[in-house]
C-alpha cells in the first residue's frame, strides 16, 4: 500500500514567526521518513477546496531551511474562510479532495477558528471512513488560544515577536514624544488586540520601572472616552506629556467596522480608528497643555516584521511545528500541539497535546 499523503495549511493572520512551524513540520516528517507527499493548501482551506495543493516535498532541503528566518505567510498562503456548521458541500469537498489525494494527515495552523476546523474535519473525515489524522498547530499575535489560567497553552508562537516589537516601538516613541512634546504633546499608539489585551500590554516592556508617561488601555478594561480623556490629561499636567497605547478594540466609539467571514472586526479595514477617536476627542475638548494629540497607528507590520523577531518565538514555533508532525506520526488524531511552561523561576518549556475539542 502506497504511504499515505501528508497536507499543512495556515488560516487567519500570519505572525513573523508562523514560517517556522511550517519550517518544523515539513522538516520532522522528512527526518521520520515513511511518509508520502507533503502537500501545502496554498490559502488555506481554500486551497483544499480548489484542489491548489503545493508539493513541499519537491523544494530542495536549503529552501525549506530558509522558511525559519522567512516572515508572514507568503511562502504557502493563508486566508479567512469560515467553514461554517451547515457549509456541508464544503466539508464534503475537503473530503473528497482528501481521498483524491490519498491524504493520510491534515495538519492546520491558526488561531481558535482553525482548530475549531481542524476538529470538524477529523469528525467529519471519521464519520465517512477515511483513516485521516488531524492535527492543530496554534498560531496567533493575539495570544488569545486556549484558557485563560493557561493549563491548556501557557502562549502562543507568534506572541513574543510582536511583544519584542511593540517594546521597540515604544522605546522610539519615547524619544519622539520626549522631543516634540512642546508641541505634540500626546502621542496615541494603536496596537493590535481585537479581545485580549496581551499586545498592547506588552508596550510596558519598553518600561518596566515605570519611568515614562506611558498609559496603556486594554480591551477588556471597559473605560469609557472621557475617562480615558482624563487619565491622559492627568499625565500631563503632571509630566507635561503623556505616550498612549491603545488596543484596536478598545470601545470607544462608532469606527464603521467592516466584519471578515468569521464576524471579526477588520479594524485596519474599517472607517477610522480607536486612536483617530481618541486624538479627535482630546484635540476637541482640549490638552492640559499646549498643543495638539498625534496618533500613530501599526498596520500589519507588526505581524510580518522580521528585524525584531524574537530568536525563543522563532525556536518554540519551529518546536511547535515539529510537535504537532510527531503527534500525527503516531496516529494522535484531534489533538493541538501546545507550549506549556515548566515550574521555576528559570523559564523552560515543554512541548505536549491538548484536545481540539477544548
Known sequence: MASR???????????????SSLCGVVETFRALGGFGTIYAGYHGIEGILQEELLDLSAQPAEEISLLRTTPAAGAIG?????????????????????KAHNVGYFLYNGGNDSMDTAHKVAKLAAERGLDLVAVGIPKTIDNDVGDSEFRLIDHTPGYGSVARYWAYMVLGA????????????????????????????????????????????????????????????????????????????????????T?????????????????????????????????????????THQRHDMIH??????????????????????????????????????????????PLEQ
Open 5 to 19: 499523503n501528508i497536507v499543512v495549511a495556515q488560516s487567519g493572520g500570519p505572525s513573523p514567526v508562523i514560517n
Open 78 to 98: 493563508t486566508c479567512r474562510y469560515k467553514l461554517r456548521d451547515d457549509a456541508h458541500e464544503d466539508y464534503e469537498r475537503i473530503i473528497e479532495v482528501f
Open 174 to 257: 519615547e524619544e519622539e514624544n520626549r522631543g516634540s512634546s512642546p508641541s505634540d504633546p500626546v502621542l496615541v499608539m494603536q496596537a493590535m488586540g481585537r479581545r485580549i489585551g496581551f499586545i498592547p500590554a506588552a508596550a510596558r516592556l519598553a518600561d518596566p520601572q515605570r519611568e515614562m508617561p506611558l498609559l496603556i488601555f486594554l480591551a477588556e478594561s471597559g473605560i469609557t472616552l472621557p475617562e480615558v480623556a482624563d487619565r491622559v490629561n492627568d499625565m500631563v499636567r503632571t509630566r507635561g506629556r503623556a505616550l498612549v497605547v491603545v488596543s484596536e478594540g478598545l470601545k470607544l466609539g462608532d469606527i464603521g467596522e
Open 259 to 299: 466584519r471578515d467571514a468569521f464576524g471579526h472586526t477588520q479594524f485596519s479595514a474599517s472607517e477610522t480608528t480607536v486612536a483617530q477617536i481618541l486624538v479627535n476627542y482630546l484635540n476637541r475638548v482640549g490638552l492640559a497643555a499646549r498643543g495638539s494629540a498625534r496618533q500613530n497607528v501599526a498596520g
Open 309 to 354: 523577531a524574537s530568536t525563543v518565538d522563532i525556536a518554540e514555533a519551529y518546536a511547535v511545528g515539529q510537535q504537532a508532525a510527531l503527534l500525527a506520526a503516531q496516529g494522535e488524531s484531534g489533538y493541538m500541539a501546545t507550549i506549556l511552561r515548566e515550574p521555576g523561576p528559570i523559564y523552560r518549556v515543554r512541548y505536549d497535546k491538548v
